[in-house]
């Protein structure tokens, strides 16, 4: 059987202000996001939620050819008033992981770190977006980095993170993405238990139908890809020979991981 091999895309901030270099960490202009949707577009691929990718890895079914997923970390404001309108443009729907303590606010999160302060969409804001056949996904309560705190606070955080998700919305959901990337060896059981079907994390790959479903990776996006950098990270990188190995099973201890995406 052949083993079709797609990419999930992870992306931040499309065109949120940048008035200083600092500004441009995990943002993405309009007019290099609008290039590379238009690129999947005439390639003639369709964009999946990574739900939909989950239930064929769970099937063990192969993953559709030309298809591909879109994520948005953190659900900054500018996912709704700029990307969206764009992917709507082309047809496309995408994956926005929601901190559910911060809906409305902003990536309070980052302040410690000197970060710029960036507006997250609403609950309105998410309901418009579900409405137009994109998936919200979980991201815990309040974005803390999962791999440090005790086995208590990290299901508390993955599991009232969805539950206040699911109140908000009406509907169950069923994607999670771990906080920059960070988890333990427990953490994708924890995810688990709290009753997610799957998760995504920031290491570098393509997603076949082999993967372990709380360990899916991604293909990071940034401020300086235009439609180039973009096919470079996918065919390139994938494949380079320090990749880490995938690991199936979640009886395998895991090292922490930590990632280069610190949001
Ligand atoms: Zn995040």
């Keep these: 059987m052949i083993n079709n091999a797609i990419p999930v895309l992870a992306y931040h901030k ?24 238009s690129a999947f577009y005439r390639l003639g691929f369709s ?3 990574l739900a939909n990718v989950v239930e064929y ?18 659900g900054y404001d500018c996912v709704g008033k700029v990307a969206s309108p764009i992917l ?6 995408a994956t926005v992981f929601v901190v559910s303590g911060e809906v409305g606010g902003v990536n309070i999160w980052d302040r410690a770190a000197n970060k710029p302060q960036v507006p997250l969409m609403n609950w309105s804001d998410l ?16 974005h803390p980095h999962l791999d440090k705190l005790d086995d208590a606070s990290a299901r508390a955080e993955i599991l009232l993170g969805k539950l ?16 920059a990337g960070l988890f333990n060896a427990s953490t994708p059981e924890f995810v688990r238990d709290a009753g997610f079907s799957g998760a995504c994390t ?11 479903p709380f360990l ?21 990188r994938p494949s380079l020979p320090n990749m880490r190995p995938n690991r199936r099973s979640h009886r395998i201890p895991l090292p922490v991981y930590n990632s280069n995406i610190t949001k």
């Design 127 to 142: 309901k418009n977006l579900e409405c137009m056949g994109w998936e919200i996904g979980g991201h815990t309560v309040s």
């Design 216 to 236: 899916l990776p991604r293909i990071k996006v940034a401020y300086k890809d235009g439609l180039i950098g973009l096919l470079y990270r996918m065919l390139l």
């Design 88 to 93: 709507q443009e082309f047809g496309f729907q």
């Design 57 to 74: 890895i769970r099937a063990g079914k192969t993953l559709p050819p030309r298809s591909f997923v879109i994520t948005f970390d953190d």
């Design 14 to 37: 499309v065109g949120a202000p940048v008035t200083s270099s600092t500004d441009r960490f995990l943002n993405i202009s309009p007019a290099n996001f609008r290039r590379q949707m």
């Design 202 to 212: 920031v290491r570098t790959g393509m997603v076949t139908s082999h993967q372990d």
């Design 47 to 49: 964009s999946l939620t």
């Design 164 to 179: 206040e998700i699911e109140e908000q919305l009406n509907r169950k959901i069923r994607s999670f993405c771990y906080p």
